[in-house]
């Protein structure tokens, strides 16, 4: 006959308790985690905006040269990854993500104080040359802090590319230099581009 006593419950597993410092290199790490997902949504948004590659020419049913198709093809598609290149919707996409970066990364860390000797416009994609310097720090930012480039890799983007951006966008005669910086005065100026001079001699 079977023991039908009751047994006392197996007891539970220990709680576990994580350490500051444990906690603070898991903070570290999830940090990472999501910008590196991040950066991966930026490349599929952008591998999704570009066009389907040309099939090789053996496998073309027309019998035209692969040479022959690829011109179309090159004409519609982008032709380099800055981003005054791209156009309409792929122009779009990337200024978002440009954007994301800019006001979750750069900003927060490398904004410093806004004055008259250090100025920034909040409409800053409204200036062409400040989305295309902002733009071309991001690509650098992307090759330079992935794990393939190395240890020095962050320092080199600092100094060759940070440091020179920040010096151009933010000079007092930059990009920035019309646009009202007090608070109080919200107001956003474009500087206008000025009119190519006339070479010509008059007749």
């Given at each position: 006959m079977s023991d039908t006593s009751p047994t006392a419950p197996a007891p539970g597993p220990e709680p576990f308790r994580v350490s500051d410092e444990d906690l603070d290199d898991l903070a570290s790490a999830l940090a990472k985690t999501i910008a590196e997902v991040r950066r991966h949504g930026v490349i599929l948004d952008r591998l999704g905006s570009e066009p389907d590659p040309?099939?090789?020419?053996?496998?073309?049913t027309d019998g035209a040269t692969a040479a022959g198709a690829a011109g179309?093809?090159?004409?519609?598609?982008?032709?380099?990854?800055?981003?005054?290149?791209?156009?309409?919707?792929?122009?779009?996409?990337?200024?978002?993500?440009?954007?994301?970066?800019?006001?979750?990364?750069?900003?927060?860390?490398y904004g410093r104080e806004i004055s008259t000797t250090r100025p920034w416009c909040a409409q800053w994609h409204e200036h062409p040359e400040a989305v295309a310097r902002l733009h071309a720090l991001w690509l650098a930012?992307?090759?330079?802090?992935?794990?393939?480039?190395?240890?020095?890799?962050?320092?080199?983007?600092?100094?060759?590319?940070l440091d020179q951006a920040l010096v151009h966008l933010r000079a007092p005669d930059g990009p920035f230099a019309a646009c009202t910086t007090s608070p109080t005065r919200?107001?956003?100026?474009?500087?206008?581009?000025?009119?190519?001079?006339?070479?010509?001699?008059?007749?």
């Open positions: 040309v099939p090789p020419a053996d496998q073309q179309p093809e090159k004409a519609d598609g982008p032709t380099s990854v800055f981003i005054l290149a791209l156009g309409g919707e792929a122009y779009a996409v990337e200024l978002a993500a440009l954007s994301n970066w800019v006001t979750h990364l750069l900003l927060p860390v930012w992307q090759q330079l802090t992935d794990t393939e480039a190395g240890l020095a890799g962050p320092s080199t983007w600092h100094r060759d590319h919200p107001n956003h100026r474009v500087l206008t581009t000025p009119a190519p001079q006339e070479s010509g001699v008059a007749a």
